[in-house]
């Protein structure tokens, strides 16, 4: 039996974005605030979270260290130099097992940059190389994003807008992570 119903992030919207709500398709959006907050773990109690704001959107994204140094690489360790700047995130596999839906959200790279960039950063005690790559970035007048599954959506990679109500096509990855190589 194929389903075309709404995947589990869809099914539980909230004031973040979530993985499952880009439906396989990397999304390139412009940073517009990075702050660190206070937010709930679930558990009753709050934590410390990264947290960055997108003039594309009304959903804010809680960015882990993974994807902060994917910034750092291409921006800078100022997180004030990240904001004004175009990033592509795409949905990836979750190897954590931590996320509801089984997947994650990571930095792809950019349309700003200029080729590849390969860095290496550690990331807890682990120490992880990624590769960022150039992406097509949305012109003016292409419709934002719809990470909440009711509208176009436009394909980072190619800049092909999907209309509503189609399926859009899964987009490999792999893990993400760094400090420039």
């Not at 517009?32 to 109690?45: M, N």
């Not at 902060?68 to 190897?95: I, K, N, Q, Y």
Request: with cysteine; charged share 25%; proline share 4%.
């Amino acid at each position: 039996m194929s389903g075309k119903g709404l995947s589990f992030d869809e099914l539980y919207p909230g004031t973040y974005i979530k993985a499952g709500e880009f439906k396989g398709k990397a999304a390139t959006l412009t940073i517009k605030t990075v702050t660190r907050k206070l937010i709930s773990d679930g558990s009753g109690t709050e934590e410390p979270a990264v947290i960055v704001a997108f003039e594309e959107l009304e959903k804010l994204w809680v960015m882990n260290k993974t994807c902060a140094v994917c910034l750092r690489a291409m921006w800078g360790d100022d997180s004030g130099e990240w904001v004004g700047h175009a990033v592509t995130l795409h949905p990836v596999d979750d190897t954590s097992g931590l996320s509801e839906s089984g997947k994650c959200i990571r930095v792809k790279g950019s349309p700003e940059l200029d080729g590849e960039l390969k860095f290496r950063a550690h990331v807890g005690r682990v120490m992880l190389t990624q590769t960022l790559v150039k992406t097509k970035g949305r012109k003016a007048t292409d419709p934002a994003p719809d990470l909440a599954g009711t509208g176009e959506a436009v394909n980072a990679e190619t800049g092909e807008v999907t209309p509503a109500g189609e399926a859009l096509p899964e987009v490999a990855a792999e893990a993400d992570d760094g400090e420039l190589i």
